[in-house]
């Protein structure tokens, strides 16, 4: 199959015209040696009335004719957004320059390996060749030479050959027209081009880059927002290869501001903008695909997530809370640590075990690295709803596109996170989760699908997914920058039809007439500009790729119009790209619509404050000023920067634009996490109280241990709707133009997926008992009971039934069991603590992160038992900072480090401790502090409430067996001082 090019489409003849027509043959000089180039007359007079000729022709807005100019080169700039085939035009400007004015020594830039890759499989591709020279008639063919990175080796250092074919192509060959391609990291990491101590040269040029520079080149920059006029490739260009002319070609240019404070305007820094082909004009002329968006809503309704980022040697777990609208949170839990540390929804789960890529929670599930889940922990995982959602919408579009006349293979892309979540890991054991949960998926859609064909019509489709069931491994693969040192075979293999074969990847059967399956692609960001392909139809994000990322670029790989079997690109209707995001990205819509109608062109203006400011400046009246501004046409009546005159409006006044001034800016390094210092001195002052709050105590139940009372609860709680459907539900929005002719959104129809996650009866069981303490006998004599007496309930013995179950429970266990309990002092001994070794004597020091996750300068008081001001809120860090004379010692007690038993299940560990004296220091007095950053008791969770009641019956019982110790709450409104004050009173 060959992918048929199109000669003449209007949207790419004008880019090929704009560029081409700027130009007249008066404009060159015939070129003084063989290997040059024309030598282009910089008449900037001359140059900049034809760009203003092809500007008006192409209806280029006057926000951005104002910024013509020329400098010591000539720059043009086409904009095309990505799908409208970029590498086409300038492959035909290409041409088109040789053919009119004899232009044949191009270089053409690209900034990364990926698109360098694609640039030379199509320069270089037999079929195109045919096409520019048999179809569009050039009588002449590109001379490709591509600049490649090269080892180090000893002894004599060989010029580059790539250059010398390149310097050495005569002019006088018309029907050669010499090309060198090259990526951005070779301009500046390589020293390649720019060495002299080569074994020999090209027409008397030991240096590549001085060879180069003496053909008077044409540059073709690709994707020039990654080439910015102040990295060092852009300088690389313009200072040593010193080009004639240099031609940007992209969907996104740099940006650039201008003005200052109310003035202060950021613009896209095009100069001599010949071209548009904007977004909002791509989607309105159907010369991309237009855009379905589709996100499943939170279960918990909290538009927050989970996702397990690295398993550190089955030590530590490292997770990254995901809130919608907000800055992400790094945590690390080891064994035993609690997940609702992280989020209070996961009160009560703790981790039972780590492994390789793996750890097990308490509620009995297993999550791996580079999951994502939801914050209500019972849900299947989020991720596998994503993937399902993704399979369902690429076969109805497969479905649609196999019943054509000429069928259209339809592909899906995923862009995951953790490579080692779709390869398995060298050495280990373990498949990786997320393709084994794809192919599980696929499969039980091909099972799905399969049944409701008809043998008869269907019989081609039929065929295609009874290939796809028998070799399901062969539906997908991967690519990953890892693969670029793989040796392993399949890999390679996949590898080669992804990259470098799209031929094959559009093919429905091979050469050999045999079905080819492969349609499903998983990659990280590594396929992301330069690698497309035109019949991408979904793309599923299942990883992060940061808030402020363009959204064009993140939906740009599935944006190309679809090719049929034949090769044929369909231009005649109307495709939908499918962008499946989870919740957090929920408004990818609006700010994909927004950003295209951002890139529309508009003015601005100045205010009048500035203009006095500015005459201020420059010693006159503001009126005259004014007049000046306005009889140079620089502005208009209303203070509005005439568009056409902006640049050379703030080339003559400058101080009417902005700039930073040196050190504006400062890097401050992220201060690495230390160890603290515990203060011995200190700590012999707090020892008994620490030894006395660290003993072990059990909680007792009154009425529990009456004959069928806790049965009778059970089953009551099993009758308050345990046993329900899970469902989700998607939201999908479609990208359209609106009545305004600018974009808009519109609501379409989204699924909704009823989850069911069966689970063996012993297993459910086993899961309470697990979460509840509860005996599982007890349990199974309460579910009977309540299966005999409620016959019509249909009970579901799943993953959610568990959760509904914990969680009623742990309700009933604060409504009912407070008041209702007792401590009793355990016969334990005293073990090493956060402070404390096993014999007693103190730590040297504890991590930071025990302490607090913030930092106040200075030095603490001598009574602070921390050599270190760390705290979590600003109410502790008043605690810390306050300075009471009534106050003995004090510190921050360690996180988690306590173990108070509570009604919830879950343990308790208060904030701060106090030893305190009356100011005629007649009594000593210890005092227990739990800090609470809320305005009200009644803003306290239920759960956080029942916590303190008990601890306030802990520590009555530590009085009544002896030690005498003071619990207070303290909420936002109440300083330590008033607390302590109140207790001595």
């Not at 700039?77 to 409208?84: F, L, V, Y």
């Not at 990847?505 to 396929?527: A, C, D, H, M, Y």
């Not at 369909?570 to 957090?584: G, P, Q, R, V």
Request: proline share 3%.
């Amino acid at each position: 199959m060959e992918l048929i090019l199109k000669n003449g489409l209007p949207h790419q003849a004008k880019g090929v015209n704009a560029i081409s027509s700027v130009f007249k043959p008066d404009n060159f000089s015939p070129n003084k040696l063989y290997y040059t180039n024309p030598i282009l007359e910089l008449d900037k007079e001359v140059l900049l009335e034809q760009i203003k000729q092809v500007q008006t022709l192409n209806k280029i807005h006057p926000e951005y004719t104002g910024l013509n100019t020329i400098g010591n080169y000539l720059n043009l700039d086409i904009k095309m957004e990505t799908g409208t085939g970029k590498t086409y035009v300038y492959t035909s400007t290409i041409f088109e320059l040789h053919k009119r004015y004899k232009i044949n020594k191009f270089i053409v830039v690209v900034p990364t390996l990926p698109i360098k890759a694609g640039a030379k499989q199509f320069l270089s591709d037999p079929y195109v060749k045919k096409h520019f020279k048999d179809v569009c008639g050039y009588n002449a063919e590109i001379d490709l030479q591509v600049l490649e990175s090269v080892k180090k080796k000893k002894g004599k250092q060989y010029f580059p050959s790539v250059v010398r074919e390149f310097v050495s192509g005569s002019s006088q060959n018309t029907n050669k027209i010499q090309v060198m391609l090259t990526n951005m990291a070779l301009l500046t990491n390589s020293k390649i081009l720019t060495k002299n101590d080569y074994d020999s040269g090209v027409e008397d040029f030991f240096k590549p880059v001085d060879a180069i520079k003496a053909t008077l080149p044409f540059v073709i920059i690709d994707e020039p927002h990654r080439f910015s006029k102040q990295q060092k490739a852009f300088s690389f260009i313009t200072e040593q290869i010193q080009p004639q002319c240099i031609i940007r070609y992209g969907a996104t240019f740099p940006s650039k501001t201008i003005g200052r404070g109310k003035n202060k305007k950021t613009l896209k820094d095009y100069q001599n903008l010949v071209y548009d082909l904007n977004a909002c004009d791509s989607f309105n002329q159907s010369l991309i695909k237009g855009i379905a968006k589709e996100h499943f809503e939170p279960l918990s309704k909290k538009d927050d997530k989970v996702k397990i980022m690295n398993i550190d040697s089955k030590s530590s777990v490292k997770l990254n809370y995901i809130k919608k609208d907000s800055s992400s949170k790094s945590y690390s839990l080891s064994k035993g640590d609690s997940l609702s540390i992280i989020s209070e929804q996961f009160e009560g789960i703790t981790i039972d075990a780590i492994g390789n890529n793996y750890f097990e929670l308490s509620n009995g599930q297993t999550k791996y690295q580079g999951e994502e889940f939801s914050t209500d922990i019972y849900s299947s995982s989020y991720q596998e709803q994503m993937l399902k959602l993704a399979i369902d919408r690429h076969f109805e579009t497969e479905r649609i596109n196999f019943d054509r006349r000429f069928k259209i293979k339809t592909l899906a892309l995923f862009f995951i996170d953790d490579i080692y979540s779709y390869r398995k890991k060298d050495n280990s054991d373990k498949e990786p989760y997320l393709k084994l949960t794809f192919e599980r998926l696929l499969l039980e859609k091909i099972d799905e699908v399969l049944p409701t064909l008809s043998k008869t019509n269907d019989k081609e489709y039929i065929e295609y997914l009874e290939a796809s069931k028998k070799d399901i491994s062969n539906c997908h693969a991967g690519y990953f920058s890892q693969d670029n040192s793989d040796k392993d075979d399949d890999i390679a293999k996949e590898v080669k039809e992804i990259l470098h074969d799209k031929k094959s990847l559009l093919s429905i059967k091979t050469n050999e007439g045999e079905i080819n399956p492969r349609r499903f692609l998983f990659s990280k960001w590594t396929l992301k500009e330069g690698w497309d392909n035109p019949n991408v139809f979904t793309i599923t994000k299942l990883r992060s790729s940061g808030s402020e990322n363009s959204k064009l670029q993140e939906v740009g790989r599935g944006l190309r119009l679809p090719v049929d079997e034949n090769g044929n690109r369909i231009s005649n209707e109307e495709f939908k790209l499918n962008y499946i995001i989870d919740f957090t990205e929920a408004d990818f819509a609006e700010k994909l619509v927004k950003e295209i109608n951002d890139d529309l062109p508009k003015g601005f203006a100045i205010t009048e404050e500035k203009l006095n400011e500015v005459a201020k400046k420059l010693s006159i009246e503001p009126d005259d000023l004014f007049i000046e501004l306005l009889t140079k046409k620089y502005i208009d009546r209303k203070y509005n920067i005439v568009i056409e005159n902006t640049g050379k409006f703030f080339e003559e006044y400058p101080d009417f634009s902005i700039g930073l001034k040196p050190n504006t800016i400062v890097d401050r390094n992220e201060k690495v996490a230390k160890k603290i210092k515990i203060r011995a001195s200190v700590y012999s002052e707090l020892k008994e109280l620490w030894e006395a709050i660290n003993q072990k105590y059990i909680i007792y139940y009154d009425d529990l241990e009456k004959e069928e009372y806790l049965k009778n609860q059970l089953v009551a709680i099993f009758k308050d709707d345990v046993f329900t459907d899970v469902v989700l539900s998607s939201k999908r929005q479609v990208v359209a133009t609106t009545d305004e002719n600018i974009m808009g959104t519109y609501e379409s129809g989204g699924v909704q997926y009823t989850i069911d996650k069966t689970i063996p009866y012993s297993e459910f069981l086993k899961r309470i008992n697990k979460q509840t303490n509860l005996p599982i006998k007890l349990i199974n004599e309460a579910l009977i009971n309540f299966s005999e007496n409620n016959k019509d309930t249909e009970i579901k013995i799943n993953e959610f039934s568990v959760a509904n179950f914990v969680s009623k429970f742990s309700d009933w266990k604060i409504n009912n069991l407070e008041g209702q309990f007792t401590y009793k002092k355990s016969s334990l001994s005293l073990k090493s603590t956060a402070l404390t070794y096993a014999d007693g004597s103190p730590k040297n020091e504890i991590t930071q992160g025990r302490i607090g996750t913030k930092f106040e300068e200075g030095t603490p008081t001598a009574k602070y038992l921390y050599d270190t001001y760390a705290y979590d809120s600003p109410l502790e860090k008043d605690n810390i900072l306050a300075d009471i004379s009534e106050v003995i010692v004090y510190g921050k007690i360690p996180r988690s480090s306590l173990a108070i038993p509570t009604i919830t299940g879950q343990s308790y560990s208060p904030d701060f401790m106090y030893v305190v004296k009356k100011k005629n220091g007649e009594k000593t007095l210890n005092i227990i502090v739990e800090t609470k950053d809320v305005d009200n008791q009644s803003t306290l969770r239920a759960i956080e409430d029942a916590k303190i009641n008990c601890a306030k019956e802990f520590f009555k019982q530590l009085t009544i067996d002896g030690y005498t110790v003071k619990f207070e709450e303290q909420i936002r409104n109440k300083k330590i001082k008033q607390i302590i004050d109140e207790v001595l009173a």
